[in-house]
């Protein structure tokens, strides 16, 4: 993943929660127009982590900020992406309208996940009575187990135990992206760009949008490209150069999973407490 600034003048092991999420929806921006998503997800994964709580408390809606992995439950075979009769090779169900409205609200839900500052992969438990498929999707594709009945076997129950006991970066958070305390300097310094009457008008309302109280601030790394370049050179034992940017909610994201999947933040560079534009976005190595 790679970052660009360009600046404006004038981001343990987890202790999992689930939280049930049916009737609730979420919200996001993009750009200057607010968008209500209409889909909400049944249930999930939850870090229990201080921060997660005081969100809960701020807002009665389930933030898709501290979800870590969606379940989707069904009890029609054929409102399911997935088949769970057989063992075959050909999964989808290519012909079936239903089923094919089914993969794309889970291509949504993933969506939601991958706008955030801090997901690199995911995971997901696709449900049908006593049957599941695990699902997993990153930037290049998606890959889908085969079902199994977690009455008769304990692949699910041995999945949830080994993501409970799994890092932060094994979850697929982005070792770039730390999340910053709410009580922190960073955190306050972040969110008093609001406060500054100096802005253009334009630039406020940008920055109003990317600092709103609900949405965690993420301090993303950026390594320069030039010191990047050396790291299978003899400079590589050396400290890289890189910039530390404060991040709230996106300015701009693409729906898209894969690809470049490009993100804009609204930014305050860390150092120089300066006002920037941060694109983030994915690109092939080499």
């Known amino acids: 993943m790679s970052h660009t600034a360009g600046n404006i003048k004038d981001d343990d092991q987890m202790n999992s929660n689930f939280s049930d999420s049916n ?4 919200e996001s921006e993009r750009g200057a127009d607010k968008v209500k998503h209409d889909i909400a997800l049944d249930c999930g994964i939850c870090p229990n982590v201080q921060m997660r709580q005081e969100g809960l ?3 009665p809606r389930r933030s898709w900020h501290w979800i870590e992995t969606p379940i989707k439950c069904k009890i029609s075979p054929t409102g399911c992406p997935f088949t769970f009769d057989t063992h075959e090779q050909d999964f989808l169900h290519n012909g079936d309208e239903k089923g094919r409205k089914a993969l794309e609200e889970l291509a949504r839900h993933m969506s939601h996940l991958f706008c955030l500052p801090h997901r690199t992969f995911a995971y997901a438990i696709y449900v049908f009575c006593n049957k599941e498929h695990l699902v997993y999707f990153n930037r290049s594709g998606a890959a889908v187990s085969e079902w199994c009945s977690f009455e008769e076997d304990l692949h699910l129950q041995r999945f949830v135990y080994r ?3 799994a890092s932060e970066v ?3 958070h982005n070792p770039a992206a730390t999340l910053v305390p709410s009580s922190s300097q960073d955190a ?4 008093t760009l609001v406060d500054d009457v100096r802005q253009p ?6 920055v109003a949008v990317s600092t709103k109280r609900k949405c965690p601030i993420y301090r993303l790394r ?3 490209e030039a010191a990047a370049s050396n790291t299978d050179s003899k400079h590589c034992g050396e400290t890289l150069a890189h910039r530390d940017f404060l991040v709230g909610h996106p300015h701009f994201y693409s729906d898209s999973l894969f690809g470049h999947c490009t ?3 609204i930014a305050l560079d860390a150092a120089r407490k300066t006002l920037c534009f941060l694109k983030d976005s994915w690109r092939r190595a080499g």
């Not at 306050?188 to 969110?191: E, N």
């Not at 008008?201 to 940008?206: D, R």
Request: glycine share 6%; aromatic share 14%; proline share 0%.
């Open 23 to 26: 009737s609730e929806t979420d």
């Open 57 to 59: 408390t701020r807002s």
């Open 163 to 165: 993501l409970a006991m």
């Open 170 to 172: 094994e979850r697929g």
């Open 188 to 191: 306050k310094d972040f969110r």
């Open 201 to 206: 008008e334009l630039l406020w309302e940008w």
């Open 222 to 224: 950026a390594i320069s």
């Open 263 to 265: 993100r804009g933040y």
